[in-house]
């Protein structure tokens, strides 16, 4: 069974690390001095940032550091990486770096490996191995506001990720992130051809009702949350195109979801119905040529190629870029060659 990770996961899908509320006798105090007294091995700096970036919540909207709790008030503080439940193996497994600072982490993930340990896998992730990388790992105790993962991308899909190494760090890129100023672009090959070479995929994005492994879209709104993706047909092999998508937001398995709802699901895509050939011909000659494709591409065809944001420290823009993984690269290869064969024929 594949372990269900978010595409990405927008800041406005925060965790909740600690939550308190306030006595209904409670004078008025500043939110910083009251939450650290109440949080162990917890500097004021740390809540002072976490504050900043809108990570502190009292009766569900972000405050500043000057905010003066009241009576039954209900402080959350929330994170984009979910509480440490397990303890953290360093383990020496390879990793692309494509840049690296004081402050973040930039790698091109490969597909096949999990971002966070979770129950079921407890290592072999991406942070197993950053925890090696860096020696001394730069978390907290399980009670600290912590850094780490700003966001993730699925399992078996490839790119590029960034990971803050300090908890200064990941507030700012959290912000980043919930105000939506990252740029953050996927390369996909999609089942079909959609009906605009340029257009907007809505619709609100959940859990779905039948399997909670996976999300489905919900048109009305009623349920799930806001998801929008823009895209563009980069090349048209026919029965699948090569796509552009850029995230407005960062919803789960969004891309995934949202292609299949459209009927044009990612090329080998087990979860979202990209697995079985879709559009083409029943001439066992193609029947095959897409099961080999299928074996070079033992995944959904999904990159996350490029993503650009405000370094936390200097605040410089920063824009990585990166190659196509072989696998995805193979398959693009052989349908382009197999539509020009079909055409001169």
């Given amino acids: 069974m594949k372990a269900t990770e978010e595409e990405i996961v927008d800041p406005q899908e925060m965790y909740e690390h600690h ?30 940032n976490a504050a900043i970036a809108g990570n502190i919540l009292v009766n569900n909207n972000p405050v500043k550091p000057n905010y003066r709790v009241k009576p039954n008030d209900i402080v959350q503080v929330v994170l984009p990486n979910p509480p440490r439940e397990i303890e953290l193996i360093p383990q020496n497994l390879p990793i692309k770096i494509v840049y690296e600072d004081d402050d973040v982490i930039v790698v091109n993930k490969e597909a096949g490996m999990v971002v966070h340990p979770a129950y079921g896998n407890y290592t072999g992730t991406l942070v197993n191995a950053l925890a090696y990388h860096f020696g001394v790992l730069p978390t907290a105790s399980d009670t600290e506001i912590r850094p780490g993962l700003v966001h993730r991308i699925d399992k078996d899909t490839s790119g590029i990720l960034v990971v803050a190494k300090n908890e200064l760090s990941l507030n700012r890129l959290s912000k980043q992130f919930y105000d939506r100023t990252t740029d953050r672009k996927y390369i996909a090959l999609v089942w079909g051809l959609p ?8 619709g609100h994005v959940g859990r779905s009702i039948r399997d909670r492994k996976i999300m489905q879209v919900y048109p009305d709104g009623n349920q799930g949350k806001t998801a929008v993706t823009h895209y563009r047909v980069i090349e048209d092999f026919g029965y699948v195109s090569l796509v552009e998508c850029k995230l407005e937001t960062g919803r789960t398995h969004q891309i995934r979801v949202h292609f299949s709802y459209i009927k044009h699901p990612l090329f080998n895509d087990d979860e979202y119905g990209g697995d079985k050939i879709l559009k083409g011909t029943s001439f066992s000659s193609y029947q095959q040529f897409v099961k080999n494709c299928f074996k070079i591409l033992p995944r959904q065809a999904l990159h996350a190629k490029s993503l650009a944001f405000d370094h936390p420290v200097t605040g410089k823009r920063l824009f990585f870029d ?24």
């Fill in 19 to 48: 939550r308190f509320t306030t006595d209904p006798g409670q004078s008025s105090l500043r939110i910083d001095k009251y939450l650290f007294s109440r949080i162990e091995n917890v500097s004021r700096t740390r809540i002072r």
């Fill in 195 to 202: 009906g605009s070479k340029e257009g907007t995929i809505t």
């Fill in 322 to 345: 990166s190659e196509l993984p072989e696998d995805m690269k193979q398959v693009i290869d052989k349908w382009r060659s197999y539509i020009s064969g079909r055409d001169k024929g």
